[in-house]
């Protein structure tokens, strides 16, 4: 994984006090410091076969976060995969917001350090320990935008992890449940995820951006998930379903489908696999589970417009 990069100009940044404008790298001092806690209340979520519970929540943040996690939460005593706490980051940003205007990819910057993995954004900095199953993050806001961005962002990444433990693994791209059974349609951004859920107003949405892909048994099942959704919806489903095909989007003029198969297939799915490729450990756990979902699952290149006609083709009709 990638480790921390010096500012610009080579000056590194003190842990203490990082000024505004530059980006701040927090090390092992900086999180051995920072440990005062938003509050004493818990919240256990269950996201497809992981359970997890976050601590350290106030009052208010628990309520909320219940609030909008609404069909994923669990009870606090049920057998728990992680446990996360959320800490005060104490500092207004790690790395430097993009300048008002400006058009940057959402940057994450990431290491190892022993067995924990670091990871750290604008809006949070947080490490988990897979061995141990804990976590922490810490969050430059107690509520608000940033807030909501830093707890969703870190659990994104969690669950990209830990997924991986389950024989599963988390996809960009959109799970829509119809007859029963899920389509995947993905691809990077802009191929047109969102339409396509936006064109299948009377189907489940699992989500629209990012899709948890489960194991259960000898198949593979999409499973909603309470991120990833471009607007902001809440899912409509935390349950999961059989997956019927995978569905690499590319727009075009006319609408039709073809099998994507062997090295191809592959390419074209882990290129749309978030967070884990970046670590070769990570990565060659992940090779193995989509080698497995590729041979359960049809995939195919789906040709498509802006209108409803592409279900005629993903259907057979």
């Known amino acids: 994984m990638r480790g921390p990069t010096v500012p610009a100009g080579g000056i590194q940044v003190e842990e203490s006090t990082p000024p505004e404008r530059a980006d701040f790298h927090p090390g092992e001092p ?4 920072r440990r005062q806690a938003f509050g004493d209340v818990s919240l256990g979520l269950t996201i497809g076969p992981l359970r997890m519970v976050l601590s350290g929540l106030s009052p208010v943040q628990a309520e909320r976060l219940g609030a909008r996690f609404e069909p994923f939460v669990a009870p606090n005593d049920a057998p728990v995969h992680l446990r996360v706490r959320l800490c005060d980051a104490g500092v207004g940003a790690f790395l430097r917001p993009p300048a008002a205007g400006a058009c940057e990819t959402y940057r994450l910057e990431s290491r190892t350090s022993g067995g924990r993995v670091v990871l750290w954004s604008y809006e949070f900095a947080g490490w988990f320990d897979a061995g141990e199953r804990h976590a ?3 969050l430059v806001a107690a509520e608000g935008p940033l807030f909501d961005r830093g707890v969703e962002n870190f659990l994104r990444v969690l669950v990209a992890y830990f997924s991986l433990d389950h024989g599963g693994f988390l996809l960009h791209g959109a799970g829509i449940v119809r007859g029963g059974e899920a389509h995947v349609f993905f691809g990077p951004s802009g191929s047109g995820k969102t339409t396509v859920c936006s064109l299948s107003p009377n189907d489940t949405v699992l989500s629209d951006d990012l899709t948890l892909i489960v194991r259960a048994g000898d198949r593979f099942e999409a499973a909603g998930i309470p991120f990833g959704l471009a607007h902001q ?3 409509e489903s935390r349950a999961s379903f059989p997956i019927s095909s995978f569905n690499r989007l590319i727009q075009a003029r006319e ?12 390419a074209e799915i882990l290129c749309s696999v978030p967070f884990v490729m970046r670590d070769p450990q990570q990565a ?6 989509v080698e497995q979902a590729l041979q359960a699952v049809p995939t195919y290149r789906l040709n498509f417009r802006k209108d409803d ?6 259907e057979g009709r």
């Open 309 to 314: 006609s592409f279900w005629s083709v993903v």
């Open 233 to 235: 919806r809440r899912p």
């Open 284 to 289: 060659s756990r992940a090779v193995h589970v």
């Open 255 to 266: 609408v039709s489908r073809e099998p994507l198969q062997g090295a191809l297939g592959m």
């Open 136 to 138: 922490a993050v810490f």
């Open 30 to 33: 900086y999180f051995a410091s």
